[in-house]
């Protein structure tokens, strides 16, 4: 099943604004954490990438309740 997001819906601004405040966080956030961490290289980007696994693992969350919290907005698409 392939579903695709009705824009024309009233509620679609509003949606399209909190996934982009949800995911503007995230995106500070691991600013945050590079900052701190210093120059990300080859050898050490696995250490990195599990300091901000749980800010992806938190933004993913919010995304998914936010997706089914609008539902209504989706529409199934046939092909």
Excluded: C
């Excluded at 691991?30 to 749980?54: D, L, M």
Aim: aromatic share 10%.
């Amino acid at each position: 099943m392939s579903v695709k997001l009705n824009e024309n819906h009233p509620d679609a601004q509003k949606y399209k604004a909190e996934w982009d405040a949800v995911n503007d966080a995230y995106l500070e956030a691991v600013s945050v954490e590079e900052e701190k961490f210093g120059e990300i290289t080859q050898v050490n980007a696995h250490t990195f990438t599990k300091i901000i696994a749980p800010l992806r693992k938190k933004r993913n969350a919010k995304l998914n309740a936010l997706m089914a919290k609008y539902s209504y907005l989706y529409e199934e698409v046939t092909e």
